[in-house]
Structure formats: C-alpha cells, structure tokens
C-alpha cells in the first residue's frame, strides 16, 4: 500500500485509536470513584423539589444500568461500549424522563455553528495576517497587530471572555451578554429573529478569535520567514515575479500545509475553549448544558456529553486529515 | 548558565519584562508568609470595604483581606501549575527521549497514542473526574490527572529532538562503548534537550493554570483550598459583579494575567534564544 491507500488507513486508524482511548478513559474515570454513584446521584438529582417515589426506583434502575454497576467488571465493559455504540446514555436525571441523546442534539448545532465559525475567522485571519507579518517585515501595523495579538494569546478563554463580559457588559452595554438570541422570540427564519442570532454570537466568538489569533499568527510569520529565504523565493523575485503572486502562490501555500495539521492537533483545545465561553454568555450549547449538568448532579448527560465530545472532536479531526491531501498534492503523489 | 541569562536578562528586552513581571508575582505570593490572618478564616475585616490605605485590595463580602488572601490564592495557583508541569515534564520526557532513540515499532505506537492525548478534549474529561470525585477531589489528585492528561505536546517535540540525536556520531560511540539505553538517554540525550523542556515548561505552567481556573471558577474543584479560581468563584458566588464590589474580581484577573503574560514572555524568548536562526535575525 502507497500513497493515497496508505495514508486513508493511518488515519482512520488513528481516528479509530483515538476513540477507543477517550471512551477508555472515561470508562476508567467512572469507575475509579470510591463513593457509591447511584445514591450519591439520585441525593443530588432529587435535592431540589419533589419526585415520585416510583420516579426514583426507576431512577436508580436505570442509573445501575448506566453506571453497568450489575455483573464483573469484564461485562460492565462491555456494556458500556455497546451504549456507546449504539448513542444511548438513557433518560436525563434533572430533565427526567427525556433522553440524554434529545438533549445533546439540540445542543449541538449551537456549539457546532460557534465552533466552525470562530475557527474559521481565527483561522483565516491569523493565517493572513501572520503570512504578511513574516513577508513585509517592516510593517509597523503589521508589528502592532502581532503584538496585540501575541498580548491575548496566553490568556485563558475564561479569563478573556470574564473581560468581555465586564466591558461590554457593564462598563459599555452595547452587546447583549448572555443567551443565544432574544427571551421569548418566536424561532422562525425572519430578519429580526437572524439578527437576534448574530448580535448574541458576537461576544463568544469575539472572545474565541481574540485567544486563537496570535497562535495562529506566531506560526505563520516564523513559518514565512523561514519560507522566504529559500532558494525558489529569491529566484521568483529575481524573475520579476508580482509580489502579490509570490506571496500567495509561492510562500503562503507551501507555509499553510503545517497550520492544516496544526488545526486538527488543536481541534480539542479549542473545542475546550468553546464550551467555557458558553458557559460564560449563557449560549445555550454543548457546554452550558454540560456544567448545569454538573450543578444538577446528571450522571448521565454528564457521561454523555463527554463522550459525545470525543467522539465529535475526532471526527472533525478526521474530516480535517481527509482534506490535507486536496492541498498538498505530496501525499496523493508519495 | 549564568552569564547566558545575564545577557538574556540584557539584550532581550521579552526575557527581561518576563522576568520582572514573574519576580512581582513570586514576590507577592511570598508574601503569604506573613500574612496576618490564615487563609480560609471570615469576617476577620469588614466586608465589602472598597480599596483603601488599611485595605489596599479592599475586603470581601466574606470579611477577608483581598490583598492577603490573594498572597495565598496565587500561591497555591503556582504552586498547583509547578507541580503538573514538573509530573508531566517527566512522561513527556520519557516518552519522548525513547520514542526518539528506539524509533520503529515503538517509536509509531508511542507517538500514535501521544496525537490521541492531543485531540482527546480534556475539559469534558476533568469535568466528568469532577463529577464523580466529588468532595474527595483535592488539589494533589487534579494535579495529577492533569499531568497524565498533559505531556503530549512536548513529548512530540523532545522525540524530534531524539531523533536527530540519534543519528549523531557520539550516540554511536556511547552504543559501542557499551552504555545501555537509559545511561545514553540519561546521560547523553537529556542535556540537549533540557533548554526546550525549560521553555516548553512555562506554556505547561501556563496551561495547567489555566485550566485550574477555569474548573474552579465553575466549582468543579475543592473550593476550600484559595487559589486564583476558588477566588474568582466566590466573588461569583456573591454576585460581586452585580453588587459594585469590583475590587473583588478585579484584582485576582490582574494578578493572573500578569502571571500569563510573564510565563509567556519567558517561553517565547528562551525559545529564541534556543533557536540560532531567529538569534541571528535579532542582531542583523
């Protein structure tokens, strides 16, 4: 196997390890605790109002298969595969009965939509500016952007968007600074509804890019530097070759191949960053509902979250690996 | 050694701002040592006291110096990102020098499982560790799921670095002079990467700690120990926000930035300074 086959199979292996690994490991996690789960959940889930006594047993039914607390731990690994498998987590605790599965799937599209839009603005935007940082090295905006840049890069995501949300907030109340679209508007495809949507998005995304700008933009101008003392480089410009047509063809293209792979390996960082900006506007997404769950003591759309984010995480980063040969023709050709 | 950070300290205006902003902060939690009050006593001031000579952070709504109980919160936030970076530094290492020197078979397996630890999202996992752990997570066991979770990145890069060592001359030498792999690795290896361990170190400080407030803000660490994010959580936890009580949330975000930003400095500017291509760019 050569060239293209070869490549497709490491992948999908790697993509088949990663899951194995992060389902194992949330396996391990479950089981390492030394308190009884089952009583310790259902305390938590019913300390707030009222629930049914029948309610409860079946709750604690359903938890014992969840936690697969019944057989040796050989079987309890096996079931808790085959729930993964099969994308069933059970009924959710604090929304009882609904499934874990219709709470994550309305979840998701809002976490997904922020996610693929802040990426790719960060993306684009620190590959672009970094690219001409390291081609016009004497640019003094270009300097000053690097430096702010640079300036939010090892901020956490919580530490920026707690920023955001104070100046916007309270020091200069513009943006709306919590939730993902206006209380109480009706849901439907009209122009104040989709505004509604935007304005809401602005402020998580805002704090998403600020953070993943100067990682991206670092790596492009180290990367075209590098790029631009090669012997191909002064050749072009010898040959009077246009300067915009050397910068995008000949420098940017070769030094974006390392960001590609570089964008899959910080897939599950920036997914991290994500669900913490959620949390912090209220956006009602994969990682608000994850710390509710948390406060409400929900086993299972806890274990389902994570594992539904590992495995989304993978995915993507699958998807970004198919893609890499479309862009670097070595790997079709090898 | 010392005349290398001399002339960081120097001529490399980063190096030097790292610096003086990590002493500021080494500095203050230092000053934990002799703090009048112990750190999880209340009501030992009048709360919610704006900044002022006696309160020169203000108070809590909990009655508690601002300034003093940050000497301790940002202590152990330090103390916390030393120790995940020293435990993970030690598998990264590990796994990198061996990964590097054997190269084949268990070169792929190590580094096939090390890109897994870079893509698993870990902030879904630690809170899932949280979840179950409940009252008995403490402080020592988040470092220490931490640091299993964090070592891949510089594991990756130690092993590049092993792996043109091993194509050196004096590898060869030490094989035949009949040193066994972990005296080679140990003795022969380690002190070449070493510079790149102690750059990549201050990104993991910087990484642990941020995740450290990021679970704590949201209570899913022990919230009786002060750090940073135990600090924040508490000024949530009274709304301080809402309340005007500013002084609060305020100063801990400052501290820690100045944390971040110094870490960060020294990370960027020791990696230059590694590597002689952009040294060179610095002096034409």
Redesign the interface.
Known sequence: MTGFPLYLATRL??FA??VF??IN??FI??H????N?VE?SIAAATQFGSTSPEAIALMRQSLKELYGLEGGIGAQYIAFWRRVAVGDFGPSLSAFPTPVSTLIGRALPWTVGLLVISILLTWTLGNLLGGLAGYFRDSRSLRLAGIIA??F???????VA??LL?VFG?LWPVLPISGGYMMNMPRELSWAFLGSLATHSILPILSLVLVGLGGWFMGMR?LV??VVTEDYVTYAELGGVARSRILASYVMRNALMPQVTGL??S???I??GA??TE?VFGYPGIGSL??SA??AGD?SL??G??TV??LS??VA?LLIDLLYPLLDPRVRAR | MWTVLRDLLRHNRQFAVGVVLLAVVIGFAALSLVSPYPPNDSFVVPPDVPPSLAYPMGTTSRGQDVFWLLTFSIRNTLLFGITVAVLSRLLALTIGLVAGYSGGLIDRALM??N???????????L????????D?MSWGLLALMMACLGWAYDARLIRSMAMSLRQREFTDTAIFSGMSMRQILIGEHLPYVLPIVFSTTMNNI?WS???E??LS????TDINTPTIGVL?YWANQHTA?VAGIWWW?LFP?LL??IT??G??LLA?SMNEHIDP??RL?RIT
């Open positions: 292996g790697q390890l990663v690994i992060g490991i949330a996690v479950t390492a605790t030394p308190i789960p310790q640079m300036g890069h090892p901020i956490p995501y919580y530490i707690l920023i104070i309270y180290s530097s590098n899959a390996m897939l599950g960082a997914f991290n669900i913490i949390q994850l710390v948390v406060h086993y806890v274990l979250i994570t984010s590992i995480v993978s980063v | 096939s499982l890109d897994t630890f870079i893509v698993i999202p870990l902030f879904p996992i809170v899932l560790f949280y979840f179950v752990m409940r008995h910087n700690i941020g995740l407030v990021t803000v949201l209570g899913f924040i926000m949330i975000v820690v930035v971040f930003v870490l960060f960027v291509r952009s760019g």
